[in-house]
């Protein structure tokens, strides 16, 4: 695979970092496609579909560490420079991918953005770019994904298209157990702290009580007002939803409020994350949440 013109600049730093991950992953070798995924779930993803062909470097996969505010690292650089096909979730959630491209003055290497790969677009004027929570987008983004390590890798296609039906066969699933929560809970009213779980609660048919300017105001890092916070400490204390769902990647003192009126009257409390827990694949994954979706609402 090809080595683009950093090397050459980073010089030294490479003997230094050439034996480094970047949060999951090896830059491999010349037989295998090299990915740089913005964060280790599309990372993840792609190593599901692509198996021995690829060598996958997951830039994020530190649960502290926020894609809104990351700052790219020479080890970053280094790992771009090498790579042959790049994954981003785009919709203003990874920027730092285009400033990685941007001081390499790549672009030339294929990328896959799962947003625009998605079809999904704002609505209202606001986009939820948290589309991995979304299985018929995921298996969507997960086509564009094989089809791009299938060009750079003819001799493993039959691999990558066993892997890739394996993997949307786990999205199948995940939005046939979907189905069957919005049978049994559809309508049921929820609150969440950001709207990071929002596609997957809205196709197991919960409605999201929560005040836009709050989970927005979260979300940003903004101040929430207090007329608004007054209004979503009303859902718990006069049980207008049946379960709160918070980020577990996020500190908010508003969303702290939040949990802790749940708590204090007796709504249940889930947590969700924004990055792929250790261990674990897409599938295993959101499995585990719609696990916890199902027993929150139970309860």
């Known amino acids: 695979m090809h080595l683009k013109s950093l090397v050459a600049a980073v010089g030294a730093?490479?003997?230094?970092?050439s034996g480094c991950?970047?949060?999951?992953?090896?830059?491999?070798?010349d037989a295998q496609v090299a990915i740089v995924a913005s964060t280790n779930v599309w990372g993840q993803i792609a190593q599901q579909i692509g198996g021995d062909?690829?060598?996958?470097?997951?830039?994020?996969?530190?649960?502290?560490k926020d894609p809104h505010s990351y700052e790219i690292t020479t080890a970053d650089k280094l790992h771009m420079s090498k790579a042959d096909l790049v994954i981003e979730n785009g919709g203003g959630y990874d920027d730092f991918m285009k400033r990685l491209s941007d001081s390499l003055g790549d672009e030339d290497t294929p990328t896959v953005n799962a947003?625009?790969?998605?079809?999904?677009?704002?609505?209202?004027?606001?986009?939820?770019?948290?589309?991995?929570?979304?299985?018929h987008a995921v298996a969507k983004v997960a086509d564009a994904i094989a089809a791009n390590i299938e060009k750079q890798a003819p001799d493993a296609k039959k691999q990558i298209h066993r892997n890739l039906a394996r993997f949307k066969s786990g999205t199948t699933q995940i939005e046939r157990t979907e189905a069957s929560i919005k049978k049994k809970f559809g309508g049921d009213?929820?609150?969440?702290?950001e709207p990071v779980p929002l596609y997957l609660l809205q196709a197991s048919g919960l409605t999201n009580r929560t005040p836009d300017a709050f989970s927005e105001a979260v979300e940003?890092?903004?101040?929430?007002?207090?007329?608004?916070?007054?209004?979503?400490?009303?859902?718990?204390?006069?049980?207008?939803?049946?379960?709160l769902f918070y980020n577990t990647q996020s500190t908010d003192e508003a969303a702290e409020q939040v949990k802790k009126a749940a708590r204090k009257n007796g709504v249940p409390v889930v947590?969700?994350?924004?990055?792929?827990?250790?261990?674990k694949d897409y599938r295993e994954w959101m499995t585990d949440n719609l696990d916890h979706v199902k027993r929150a609402l139970r309860r």
Request: zero cysteines; glycine letters at 12%; aromatic letters at 4%.
């Open 21 to 29: 991950g970047a949060g999951g992953g090896d830059d491999g070798d």
């Open 189 to 193: 009213a929820v609150a969440i702290t």
């Open 53 to 64: 062909a690829v060598s996958v470097t997951s830039i994020i996969s530190d649960s502290s």
């Open 13 to 17: 730093a490479s003997l230094l970092l």
């Open 220 to 243: 940003e890092g903004g101040d929430v007002s207090p007329a608004v916070l007054k209004d979503t400490l009303a859902l718990f204390s006069e049980h207008r939803v049946s379960a």
């Open 271 to 279: 947590g969700v994350a924004e990055t792929l827990p250790k261990g």
């Open 115 to 135: 947003v625009a790969t998605s079809g999904i677009t704002a609505h209202d004027g606001e986009l939820n770019e948290h589309v991995w929570y979304n299985a």
